[in-house]
Each structure stands twice: as C-alpha cells, then as structure tokens.
C-alpha cells in the first residue's frame, strides 16, 4: 500500500499550529482536517476519501541511516493500522519521531501510535 505524503512545509505549519495533538514518549501525533481530500477524492481511482502523512525525523535523532530507519518504522507502524481497517479518512497527519524512538521496538511503536491515533479521536471502535 503507499500512502500520500504530505511535502509542502506549509502544511506541516499548518498541522502543527492549527492542528490536534497527541504526544507519547516516541512519538508527536498532530491531525487536521484536509481541506483537498475531496479534490483528491475526484481523483482517486475508487472514489474513496484517503489520510495524507507527513513524518519528521530530527537530526538530533541521529545519523542518515538512524533516521532513515526511524521513517521506515513509522511507515511500517502506519500500514499496521491502515491495515485493520478502522482508521477514519480524510485527514492530514504528521508525526513527529522524538529522541526515544530508535531504542524502542517496531512493536512498541505500533502500539504507541494506536495509542495516539485514537486519543485524536481517528480510529472507530
């Protein structure tokens, strides 16, 4: 499954200042409605509304290959829940990697970011 990214840095402005947010000890989740979800929508193959993420990982987190990794975990955690089939669509998210996470489990992350989503108030019961 591939995901539409969120690239333009006014929209990572936009999520962290306007947006809700959830804060574990790895990771800081901030949503916001996406105003384009029903022009991108249109655009879809299927019709079907989709999530935008957008993932930061600091310098301070490491090197290239640190950081690179810490994307791939969030990536991987993301297709876990996307996966179950009850996150709700249409919505920018962007999570950000605090300095803890590249000691912690992929399995742990998952966990953490469920966790997260569903204090936003983004994944249906």
């Known amino acids: ?15 962290y200042k306007r947006g809700k947010r959830a804060v574990t000890s790895a990771l800081a989740v901030y949503t916001l409605p996406d105003y384009a979800a029903k022009r991108l929508q249109k655009a879809d193959t299927r019709g079907r509304l989709k999530n935008r993420y957008g993932i ?8 290239a290959v640190t950081r690179s990794r810490c994307r791939r975990i969030i990536r991987a955690a993301l297709y ?30 998952v966990g953490e970011l469920s966790r997260a989503l569903d204090t936003l108030g983004l994944i249906t019961k």
Do not use: D
């Open 56 to 63: 930061t990982v600091s310098v301070k987190i490491g090197g």
């Open 1 to 15: 499954m591939k995901f539409r990214r969120v690239k333009e840095n006014h929209l990572f402005q936009k999520a």
């Open 80 to 109: 876990e829940i996307e996966k179950r089939g009850n996150l709700k669509q249409g919505f920018l998210i962007v999570i950000s990697a605090r300095s803890i996470l590249p000691t912690k489990k992929s399995t742990e992350i």
